[in-house]
């Protein structure tokens, strides 16, 4: 319903100025927010009762003859004010929007679809490597005893070879005996400990897993990292069979022309033990900054099954069966390597710098898309 039109008492250009001031002031006022276009195009437009029809009735017809023209002037700017209003109303975002989601012929929103993170990718492949070879994925906890990580590992209470692995502990652990002391596992070869206590050999088994330093994060250290475990005991497990195994490994996450050179070292848990290097994938061997001028990469640890720790996997079976002897190691010899899952990826793709893989930057992660 529309209102009364106010009486027009004075023709004179000041009053009607102030008139129609006061009418273009309430259509702008309307358009600021407009609901329903065609209401508003009645409200005003309409031919019998809308307000520039009942304006013409109400202040045209009674003016005096000198005002009729300064009147039928501004009454025809408001008209074309009116008109512009609603046109660029129109053309709103609201309304643009409104179009738009009606037009079939746009192409739809593209949502990129996730992918694996770069270390994923990588840990997925070296597992992959020896799931063809028959191994099987076994999981352990981060948060360890003592025993698991240390202990039963042959790293003994106090001794030198645990400050190789600088260890976040749990607080409030003092109380218990040291072998249940819970701590932040430093590497995933607690899960050989816990498999082989579990079952009895053949085992062959990878071990992908988040493991913790108190290393200070630089270019190539972070507190937090990743390894993947090896395990492979059965009869007859020699030396040849672990060098075997793991130069096919190199040569399917590196290339067939990678090389694999074995170099003497030393895990409380292995004997003899080995580091293993890899030719250097970015001079092909002749030496270059990446290889530090040597032609060679060191990628990973590994060794035969030290007797020692057959010793305690067999300790523990034989409180659930004291005739246990699945692990003499006169009749079971076995291997195990543990690798570092950030130094491969590093070297797959050539990153000099760890924190990379934890930035969370899009521009780093969209290369491995
Ligand atoms: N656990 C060792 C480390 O983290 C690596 C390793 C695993 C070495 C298995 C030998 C055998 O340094």
């Given at each position: 319903m529309n209102e009364a039109i106010f009486p027009l008492l004075d023709y004179d250009e000041t009053s009607l100025d102030a008139a129609f001031i006061a009418l273009a002031e309430e259509v702008r006022s309307e358009i600021a927010s407009l609901q329903d276009r065609e209401a508003f195009r009645l409200r005003w437009?309409?031919?019998?009762?809308?307000r520039l029809k009942l304006i013409g009735d109400a202040w045209l017809k009674s003016a005096p003859a000198d005002a009729r023209k300064p009147l039928g002037i501004r009454f025809n700017q408001l008209k074309q004010q009116i008109e512009a209003a609603l046109a660029t109303a129109s053309a709103s975002p609201r309304a643009a929007e409104a179009k738009a989601s009606l037009d079939i012929t746009l192409p739809g929103t593209v949502r990129a679809p996730g992918i694996a993170h770069p270390l994923l990718k990588t840990m997925h492949e070296i597992v992959a490597v020896f799931h063809r070879l028959g191994y099987s994925t076994a999981l352990g906890p981060q948060v360890e005893s003592d025993f698991y990580n240390f202990e039963a590992l042959n790293?003994?209470?106090?001794?030198?070879?645990?400050?190789t692995q600088d260890t976040l502990l749990l607080a409030?652990?003092?109380?218990?005996?040291s072998r249940d002391r819970l701590l932040?596992?430093?590497?995933?070869?607690?899960v050989q400990v816990r498999t082989m206590i579990a079952q009895a050999p053949p085992i062959r088994i990878v071990v992908p897993g988040k493991v913790h330093r108190n290393d200070a994060a630089d270019a190539t250290h972070s507190p937090v990292f990743h390894q993947v475990e090896g395990l492979c005991v059965d009869t007859n497990i020699a030396f040849s069979d672990l060098k075997g195994t793991l130069d096919h490994a190199m040569k399917a996450l590196f290339g067939s022309n990678v090389k694999t050179r074995f170099f003497p070292s030393f895990f409380p848990?292995?004997?003899?033990s080995a580091d293993v290097q890899i030719s250097c994938i970015f001079c092909g061997g002749k030496g270059c900054r990446k290889c530090k001028h040597s032609g060679w990469i060191e990628l990973l640890g590994c060794g035969m099954v030290d007797p020692a720790v057959f010793a305690s996997v067999t300790a523990e079976r034989r409180k659930l069966?004291?005739?246990?002897?699945?692990?003499?190691p006169e009749r079971v010899t076995g291997f195990a390597f543990g690798m570092g899952v950030e130094r491969i990826a590093m070297v797959q793709h050539g990153i000099s710098d760890i924190g990379q893989f934890y930035s969370g930057d899009m521009r780093f992660l969209e290369q491995f898309a």
């Open positions: 437009l309409g031919r019998k009762q809308g790293f003994p209470p106090n001794h030198p070879a645990r400050d409030g652990q003092l109380a218990k005996p932040m596992r430093t590497h995933t070869s607690p848990f292995t004997e003899p069966d004291p005739a246990d002897d699945a692990y003499n």
